[in-house]
């Protein structure tokens, strides 16, 4: 087990967002680590995400989330075909398993799921920051949503960022990446809050 120290000071955490293209997976005990890599993103990479569609943000809290939504809601009823089989399996499993004239949060998050893949297919090099996971989504759905998730990374060159607390996430993400031969791209820490650090224990 490999652990990797990252102060306070912002830079530390490039140690993160420098690894190579693929998923990184924080298993934490609280959120404040999101806004650590939120504030290293937006001050070292303003240059490079000048385009705020590169930099997405979902379940960091449910008013965010929301807006944006309810900004493209139109855009992501439209359930027409593409170029892009996963987007067209995305498509389908949604109008399949849900009821689209009544956008529950389950609904809502696979929409918003569809928005960070659309993202991936039009814009290169994207970082999708995505959070607790298992809200809103009951077992079956958590599976696929998860699925989903990481077929984006195996077909489009993105980087994505899974922060939870939630071992049952985890373990999910472990099952998919195996049937999915994804496990060369998804590296795992746990992350342990000190007074003033954090310590991220990586973990094979």
């Known amino acids: 087990m490999k652990k ?3 102060n306070w000071v912002e830079n530390k955490i490039k140690s993160i967002l420098n690894e190579k293209k693929g998923i990184t997976v924080l298993l934490g005990e609280n959120q404040e680590i999101l806004h650590l890599i939120s504030n290293v993103i937006f001050i070292e990479n303003d240059r490079k995400y000048l385009n705020k569609e590169k930099l997405i943000f979902l379940g960091h809290n449910k008013e965010a989330d929301n807006l944006l939504f309810t900004s493209i809601k139109k855009q992501l009823l439209n359930f027409e075909s593409t170029k892009s089989f996963i987007l067209n399996d995305l498509n389908i499993y949604i109008k399949e398993n849900f009821d689209v004239e009544n956008v ?5 998050k696979f929409l918003l799921l569809k928005y960070a893949l ?12 995505i959070n ?5 989504l009951e077992n079956e759905s958590l599976n696929k949503y998860i699925e989903f998730l990481l077929k984006i990374q195996a077909q ?12 049952n996430v985890v373990e999910i993400i472990r099952k998919v990446e195996k ?6 791209k998804i590296t795992y820490y746990t992350v342990v809050k000190n007074k003033k650090d954090f310590t991220l ?4």
Request: hydrophobic share 35%; glycine share 2%; with cysteine.
């Open 156 to 167: 489009y060159s993105n980087r994505i960022i899974i922060n939870t607390l939630d071992k």
């Open 4 to 6: 990797i120290t990252i």
């Open 132 to 136: 607790d996971i298992g809200i809103d």
């Open 118 to 129: 659309v993202c991936s297919i039009t814009l290169k090099n994207s970082i999708i920051i």
């Open 179 to 184: 049937k999915i031969n994804l496990k060369s």
């Open 104 to 108: 529950t949060e389950t609904l809502k």
């Open 201 to 204: 224990n990586k973990k094979e």
